[in-house]
């Protein structure tokens, strides 16, 4: 049995979709798994979608630890950690604390599902951790709806999901599995023609999320996350993919690419 600490900041629904879908798989056997714990960097009250992630954690009989990240940096008069800057040593301090309160819980693999959170070199070297990133490999790095703007601004044709091992720099570890999708068709070349000659940065500030394109490349990339994910640990389950010494290998120990899951993840959303 793959035993795994879930991690989340449960900023939103899409992190609870993707802890019902596996929770679900788990519940029906169809996923030999179980989650060990779950892990909140948010503490009840902070947020309201935060909490109502708390309350489905709670539902499930789940484990849960949350050690508010806000609060322990306020707590010790830190800077927020930047990007491309080295983490502040407040963040270092977290994660120790938070390492401790999880090391009573035996788990093979970390699964970063919507953690807003880059853990430091020290956690990432001592446990395997996989992060969940909408984007395929080479894709835009950051949060999702950079990534979407992004891919608007580039006039991508493809757009994609993977899951990749985390290490402390910002979506940079080895991609495990990933799934692409297309951003032209009968779908998409209507809104593509609304946002033709449009300033983007305009565009961005009036109508944000609301935006037709937007709003269908995210729908297409949500559909696929959670596919993607149950696919992936149902692999390492198999033996088929592990992880040894921080090197993405097959059931013979041998270095293996990105799996690409393309066509198992559309026959799951066609079958949907």
């Not at 601004?153 to 899951?163: K, L």
């Not at 696919?231 to 010494?245: D, H, M, P, Y």
Request: hydrophobic share 40%; proline share 6%.
């Amino acid at each position: 049995m793959l035993r795994l600490a879930w991690f989340s900041t449960g900023r939103g629904p899409g992190s609870r979709q993707l802890l019902a879908a596996v929770q679900g798989e788990i519940a029906s056997g169809r996923l030999n798994a179980e989650i060990a714990v779950v892990y909140c960097n948010r503490e009840r009250g902070e947020d309201a979608n935060t909490d109502l992630f708390l309350d489905q954690v709670t539902n499930y009989g789940l484990p849960l630890e949350c050690l508010s990240s806000r609060r322990f940096r306020k707590d010790r008069d830190g800077q927020p950690a930047r990007k491309d800057e080295p983490l502040p040593e407040w963040r270092r301090e977290y994660d120790r604390e938070v390492m401790k309160r999880l090391d009573r819980y035996e788990f093979d693999l970390g699964m970063l599902a919507g953690y807003m959170l880059i853990f430091c070199d020290d956690v990432a070297e001592k446990h395997n951790l996989l992060n969940l990133h909408p984007a395929a490999p080479g894709g835009p790095k950051g949060i999702w709806q950079d990534i979407i703007w992004e891919l608007i601004q580039r006039r991508a044709d493809r757009a994609g999901v993977m899951v990749h091992l985390a290490t402390s720099a910002l979506d940079e570890g080895p991609p495990v599995t990933f799934c692409t999708y297309p951003l032209r068709g009968p779908g998409f070349d209507a809104l593509w023609r609304e946002v033709e000659a449009q300033d983007l940065d305009k565009l961005r500030k009036e109508q944000g999320e609301q935006n037709g394109l937007f709003a269908e490349i995210r729908r297409q990339g949500v559909a696929r996350e959670a596919p993607l994910l149950i696919e992936t640990l149902r692999s390492f389950v198999a033996g088929q993919i592990t992880i040894k010494n921080k090197t993405v290998v097959d059931a013979a120990g041998r270095p293996i690419g990105p799996q690409n899951l393309t066509g198992e993840i559309e026959r799951v959303i066609a079958a949907a």
